[in-house]
């Protein structure tokens, strides 16, 4: 029956969701990543929760696992009907599909009393700059449609929008999976935790502001440790409070600025702290020249680099080839460039 939705159906597996969740190829690459899905239905743990705009059911399979009642709300028939088939398919009995538009009060009628509210809005596939009012259907019409129902909301936004750009009394909690941003779920009502947030799956390592805003100390010189902090961390611009919170084992520890999308906290001692993705060992920061540093590798037994600049991509291999020019050991190098400077790494 489901291929007369689509001339494709698509066995989803591995992180995407658990085996045998069928869609079709919008299903797939709209869908929640497991370990994001899995995370947030416990965050939202409770007794009855709403799903708006459900899609396949990536994420109310799993609130499903965690709540006692789960009510799954899509307008797109299709998608409901894979939802079902794969609820069938896992043994989940505990979620009421309803098929119309979320915010009218057809649809709204037939919900009981929620504990929470959660809504995947749609956004537009590209934007210039992400915008928070650009998410349909909007977050205060949603609050304004449910209001009967719960005093307790859960949105998704796009993660590039920064938190003061986000113009409403919520938690935003800025999510990274396996070191890449992800995910930006923003917190109304009573799961309000913090003003601000940030998590960094699978370790479930997470960080939550603590009063004011603190601005990290900033140097020039980077000292015998880096560190790369998660992409969550930095997004949520919180480097300054987990910079704070390393001074108990780090008291030298300052922020250092590669470029635009690279930065360190840095350290003459070597710690080990969650939402740290990257740590790295300073070997050498010298000027830029290359057959000086392809000398260097080759004295202490490096076999690879890996450049991290922002280089165009068609010089890229030109470089990275000139640098592991005659180059026979195990060791790996990361090499950052700052203005005229480059700074080589080994991973700890």
């Known amino acids: 029956m489901f291929k007369s939705f689509s001339p494709t159906i698509i066995v989803a ?49 799993y609130f499903a696992e965690e709540c006692e009642s789960v009510y799954a709300i899509e307008i797109d ?79 998704e936004a796009s993660p590039q929008i920064m938190p003061d750009r986000v113009p409403f009394d919520c938690e935003k909690e800025y999510l990274s999976l396996d070191g890449k941003l992800n995910r930006l779920n923003l917190y109304f009502g009573d799961i309000k935790k913090c003003d601000v947030s940030a998590i960094a799956l699978p370790e479930n390592a997470k960080i939550e502001m603590q009063g004011k805003m603190t601005e990290p100390n900033i140097t020039e010189n980077i000292a015998s440790y880096a560190y790369e902090v998660e992409e969550s961390v930095e997004r949520a611009n919180l480097l300054g409070q987990m910079a704070n919170d390393m001074m108990s084992k780090a008291p030298d520890i300052q922020l250092f600025v590669v470029d635009k999308k690279r930065s360190f906290l840095t350290s003459d001692k070597q710690i080990d702290v969650p939402l740290i993705k990257n740590r790295y060992k300073v070997l050498l920061n ?63």
């Open 77 to 155: 028939s299709k998608k409901i009907a894979y939802a079902k088939k794969n609820c069938k398919t896992l043994g989940i009995d505990n979620i009421e599909f309803i098929c119309g538009d979320a915010l009218s009060e057809e649809v709204i009628e037939q919900l009981p009393q929620l504990d929470i509210v959660f809504s995947d809005p749609a956004r537009p596939p590209n934007e210039k700059i992400r915008d928070i009012n650009s998410l349909k259907p909007p977050i205060p019409e949603v609050i304004n449609a449910y209001g009967s129902r719960s005093s307790n909301f859960a949105f």
């Open 286 to 348: 010298t000027e830029v020249d290359y057959d000086q540093i392809n000398k260097y590798l080759k004295q202490n037994g490096f076999g690879t680099v890996i450049l991290r600049a922002p280089i165009d991509p068609e010089d890229y291999w030109n470089v990275r080839n000139e640098l592991e020019t005659g180059l026979k050991g195990d060791r790996k190098a990361h090499i950052f460039l700052k203005e005229n400077m480059a700074i080589l790494c080994e991973p700890l």
């Open 13 to 61: 597996r591995k992180k995407q969701f658990k085996p045998a969740i069928i869609s079709d190829k919008d299903g797939i690459r709209f869908a929640t990543p497991e370990p994001v899905a899995k995370y947030r239905a416990q965050r939202l743990k409770c007794n009855t929760i709403a799903d708006i705009s459900c899609g396949i059911g990536g994420q109310a399979i």
